[in-house]
């Protein structure tokens, strides 16, 4: 299905998708759209051109002629962003941790193995313990 | 008397009979003496003094214009040998034409006129059947009563039965100072029987005292069959024209109207037409109309389908009724009829045409009046902008209930139906209870006139017009792999920002920022997501699927329903 990717004048890309069901053609739609992104090149390309995982989105660039592509440095980025972010969450859950145990909760165990649980779930739970 | 006429003058016997009876014929000619009787009809009936059941007489008439009243006589009957080139004509003299003999017994069968043409300019009948139970048959006959101040009927039937069969009677009358109520063509005022088919009847009345009729029974036993006639009744004065009055309190099998063809017409100044006037002191006529056709010509004041008194009812079968005028009265009127303008039914294929396709719009309308509206069904509109109509010209004489059906025909504009906007005459504003009804891009609405309050109704629409209640725009998409809409509407496209990141695009802009939009997900996996919805733009609604750190995430789906005005 064709699909319009807009580049950015950062070099991230947004990627319109035409609705099936509008009454405006996709010529017309795609004109609506693109007044949010006056000046920004783009291309109509199918949606097979994309990368077939969102896993990496935010590391999408592109720049016309050339299509959509995952930017190792941007990913690199990403990655360290979503490290700190897990970090970040994993130093909520363990100050969470100590305060249950200092409690008189009589749910505390209860609450602690939850804890425990998303704890567990975070891949870098153990460096930041 | 004897007579040799028959075979000396080549005389043809009538059709259908064995002959005539040379002993019982009797020849009228106007001139010569060689066979013939005599030189009146009158003379040759009074010479007929034995005629009975049992020895009948016939009368052979021939061309000429005869000059007399005619008084017969039971068992004589009338046969005109003459043709429309060379006519038998009977003038009356002084007062009614025919006058029909007083019979005292049923068995005692009257008699046959055939072929004659009857012409009357005297204030008198031209038929006159006073009194007795004999049965007279007119079969052929040309009545012609053209008279000013008549006070008169064509035929005044008081007794028996009397036949009409292929007759012409022309009722010509041009004032009138004699005071009558009325003037009929059939006046049949005590118990009797009238049959009348396959006959041309006219009334030509100018200036009228009274009422015109084409029947008007005036009895409770009056039976009557009236079946493939054409009826015709014209009256000039502030009179009604009327085809039916009864006041017979007969059943409906004995007061039959079949394959007639009626039409009335009352151009003068406040003049009326009526169909039928059922109105009996008993509260118990009927009157079965089946297959006949009943039109209005010009009609200056009321035009009555009918009037039923209470009790007294008409049945109406298979008729075409050519006027939208309600019955009028407390009695029954029960109409079947395939093509009556008040109770249509239609089997088959139903077809709207009368499109009308005005100039664009180009600006907002008020009083809209395109060249053509009075006579169309569907407008198709185009514009070059979204713009207002605050009212439709409503054409008083075919408002009332007028059903009127508007295209949008334009892909991107919208039309607004204003209401009761002040900018448009008060007749021709629209009723929307409140609220505008914006007909989108493509879509329809259908009008109606309600005549109580004299104001456009819309009754029917392909889509909700910008009501406040309604959702206005939705959309569920995926969020994981390549992005896919599953469905959508008033969507034109998605744009894909980033992680958890979504720009929607509406096809209709809402009318500003300040709409309700409400974003949610599906995803089983995760719990700790939110939607938060910002940056909403007439156009478009950027929506958003963070994690509880604020990370851009992507569910399984994203939905999306917005609620605003357009």
Redo the contacts between chains.
Sequence with gaps: MK?RV?YKPDG?V???????????SYE???A??M??FPGCDFDDID??E?P???AD??A?RGEKGVGVRVDAGAKAAQDA??RV??K??AYKLRAARTEVEASADPDRQTILDKIDAQLAELPQVDRVR | MPNLAIGILGVSPPPGGGGFDPDNTVIVAKGGTGGVDSNTIQGAIDSITDASAAKPYTVLVFPGTYIEDLMLQPFVSLYGLGDTLYPVQVVAAAGAAITLPNVAAVADAGLTIKGITFISAQDAPMVNLPAGMGSFFFRNCMFLHSVDNLAQNLVEQAAGELFFDGCELLYNMDGNTGGASEHNVFSVTAEADLSVKNCRLSANIEDPTGTVNIIHAANAAISISFDNNICRSYTSGARTCLFVFTESTLSGDEQKFTGNYVELSAPGFAGQATTYLIDSGGNNSEVRSVHNVYEYGTVAGTENLVIVANGDALYSRLDYWGTNADPIGLGTFENTSMWDPDNMELAGRQNWTGVLTPAQITANQNNYNPTGLDNAAIMHLDSNGSYNITGITAPPQHAEGRILVIYNTN??KRITLMDQDGASLAANRFALGGKDFVIE??QCVILQYDDVNNNWRIIGSSHTGGGESIIKGW?Q?S???????Q???N?????????GNY?V?W?TDFANNDYACVTTYHDNSILDVWTPTSLLAA??AQVFCW??????Y?PDFYSVMAIGDQ
């Design positions: 699909c807009v991230t947004a990627v319109i998708h035409y609705a099936p069901k509008s009454r405006l017309d739609a795609m609506r759209a007044k949010q949606t097979s994309l077939q995982t969102r989105r935010n999408w962003e979503k972010a897990q970040l969450e | 892909q991107d891009a493509g959309i998409f969020g994981q792999g390549i992005v896919a809409i469905d959508s509407y969507v034109s496209s998605i744009a894909d920002n980033g992680a720009t695009f096809d156009a478009s994690r509880s750190t604020l990370v851009g992507d």
